[in-house]
């Protein structure tokens, strides 16, 4: 062979190389969406001022790119919300009643609410999301199951994770859990919980955002304090890996969820939607995320596991 022909073979090799190793790296490009809650630190009314350049994302512990950091006000303020009851509670929650309907009837612009009722380790929605009031309220009632009949309420959310009552991808998604937490097939906290586990990937999978509020009913057991410990640290536990929060009162029972409502609809006030890429070897997978925010004066709650996808949108 020619030295020049050689030259030639060597630069057509070179480029293969290149070619290959960059199909290998479109490939492993993996991309998720999260949604984040930034609120002042400050008892304020607006919104606090971040841009996309105040972040710094670590993905499957890869530095990543942020795509795309979209404030869910306006025209982007779509919100698909349940609320989701233990089915347990059936003698101790009527006191509770009027509270969940005042936050109903106060709906925030833009958003479907849905109702269901842990019932069996499913999640049994007493109708389709809607935005009026008045049919979603056709749906309260005291919870009708026997004692344990909302099996593991984990279960229940993995139910509803893999069942979201709507296809509609450009909402976001969140849930609010009222129930004591304690998984009867592992009552002790167990942060390596099989089935709280599974809860946690199946809500990635679906964009979920889950809050919760401690509640146990004090009609059909008692529950000791190491008890509501475990119940309140597991619910923690999913909270903070889906961006949400979780509400309790001591070890007993709060005499109001006014204010736990009145906090969660300032902070469906003040979320964005983050979408990123990260180069990610595999199938699409739950992996764990890290969020860094350096603007001043805010509180930041975000995922810690999300879904890594094939599309630019990440889906179920």
């Known amino acids: 062979m020619t030295k020049p022909g050689m030259a030639i073979w060597m630069a057509a090799g070179a480029l293969m190389l290149t070619a290959t190793a960059f199909a290998q790296d479109a490939d ?4 998720g969406q999260a949604i984040v809650t930034v609120l002042p630190s400050h008892e304020s009314n607006d919104p606090a001022t971040v841009s996309l350049v105040d972040l710094k994302l670590r993905v499957d512990g890869r530095p990543s790119t942020v795509t795309a950091w979209t404030p869910l006000r306006g025209a982007n303020n779509r919100l698909e ?7 347990s509670a059936r003698s101790s929650l009527a006191g509770q009643l009027s509270d969940i309907a005042s936050f109903i009837k106060e709906t925030p612009s833009g958003a479907k609410i849905a109702l269901a009722y842990m019932s069996s380790g499913r999640a049994m929605l007493a109708g389709p999301l809607s935005s009026d009031p008045a049919q979603i309220l056709r749906g309260l009632h005291m919870p009708l199951g026997s004692a344990g009949s909302n099996g593991s309420p ?5 139910d509803l994770a893999r069942h979201w009552p709507s296809n509609d991808r450009g909402a976001r998604r969140e849930v609010m859990m009222i129930t004591d937490g304690v998984d009867p097939y592992n009552p002790g906290f167990d942060p390596d919980n099989s089935y709280m586990q599974s809860a946690i990937a199946d809500s990635a999978r679906a964009g979920l955002v889950v809050y ?4 146990h009913n004090q009609g059909y057991r008692y529950n000791q304090e190491a008890e509501s410990d475990t119940g309140q640290n597991l619910l923690s536990v999913v909270s903070t890996a889906t961006g949400g929060i979780s509400y309790w009162h001591g070890t007993g029972n709060p005499i109001s969820f006014q204010p736990y409502f009145e906090d969660l609809r300032r902070r469906l006030r003040n979320q964005y939607e983050l979408r990123f890429s990260a180069p990610i070897k595999g199938k699409p997978a739950v992996v764990d995320m890290k969020l860094k925010v350096s603007a001043p004066a ?3 709650d975000a995922p810690h596991m ?4 094939n599309a630019t949108v990440a889906v179920q």
């Open 306 to 309: 999300v879904f890594m996808g």
């Open 212 to 215: 919760s509020i401690f509640w």
């Open 298 to 300: 805010i509180n930041v």
């Open 154 to 158: 984990y279960f229940c959310l993995s």
């Open 28 to 31: 492993m490009q993996k991309w």
């Open 81 to 87: 919300l349940v609320l989701m009851i233990d089915g």
